[in-house]
């Protein structure tokens, strides 16, 4: 009898212990009995079943367990589904040694796909007035990562607002990432009017079942200004104001003399 813990994949990289109990179902003694793994789907390093040191000698109504240990691969989860096939023999006192029925574990996959999608804008004061005003730029950039376990395929990013995105491929690993591009988008007076840039990116890919992948939004907005006043027209109005209240006090005082005076 064979089993595996735990019953499913759900990452790679993830053990799989592998135990296989061995019955002596006859009437004589069975030395040297060992394991042989007659069939594994597999992609990464074959596990190594050990016995015991009871297996050495097993009377007739006796069992060991053997155990082994595999770790799975990208292509192993990918697939879907994992088998392996063992049978187990021993050598008896007299005759040809026995050999068992095969027994076949399966352990399917049973983790989560998704993708991962982070928009940044990065705004560059092309005037150097300390805001972003019409005539600046806003650079942007998209991270897609698979945060599933299963490699994703077919990926395609849209972006409506910023037009075109250009990605270095259409397919990631468990846990890989890539950074795609858009174009630049240059603050206009339309942005200034509705105080800033929104700007909304989604992602779609599949699975290796063909299965689609619930498309990921990612949303970055950027607060835009008008153009500030001329530096000279604020200070001339600073000036100005100052002036007539300096006039003003004069005017004040001098009436107030003058009534002094009088009395």
């Known amino acids: 009898m064979k089993s595996a813990t735990p019953e499913t994949m759900t990452t790679v990289g993830q053990t799989l212990t592998y135990s296989f109990v061995v019955t002596n179902t006859g ?8 394991v042989d793994e007659t069939a594994f789907t597999g992609t990464g390093t074959a596990p190594v079943v050990t016995c015991p040191a009871g297996a050495a000698s097993i009377l007739p109504g006796q069992f060991v367990t053997c155990t082994a240990e595999y770790q799975t691969t990208q292509a192993d989860v990918d697939s879907g589904l994992l088998t392996n096939t063992a049978t ?27 993708l991962g999608l982070d928009k940044r804008a990065n705004p560059v004061d092309v005037n150097g007035n300390g805001v972003i005003d019409p005539g600046d730029r806003i650079e942007w ?43 630049a988008h240059t603050v206009t007076a339309a942005d200034v009017r509705n105080g800033q840039v929104r700007n909304v990116a989604t992602a779609t890919g599949t699975t290796p079942g063909g299965d689609p992948i619930d498309p990921p939004t990612s949303e970055t907005t950027t607060r835009v200004f008008p153009s500030p006043p001329p530096t000279l027209a604020v200070t001339g109005g600073t000036l100005s104001a100052g002036l007539l209240l300096g006039g003003l006090m004069l005017v004040v005082g001098s009436a107030l003399i003058r009534r002094r005076r009088l009395t």
């Open 141 to 183: 950039t998209i991270i897609v990562t698979n945060t599933g376990a299963q490699t994703v395929a077919d990926i395609v990013v849209s972006d409506p607002t910023a037009g075109a995105v250009t990605c270095p491929q259409t397919s990631l690993a468990s846990g890989a990432q890539m950074i795609c591009t858009v174009p």
């Open 27 to 34: 009437n004589v003694t069975l030395t040297d009995v060992s």
């Open 88 to 114: 187990a023999t021993g050598t008896p006192p007299s005759g040809e040694p026995p050999v068992s029925p095969p027994s076949t574990v399966e352990v399917p996959f049973d983790g989560t796909n998704s």
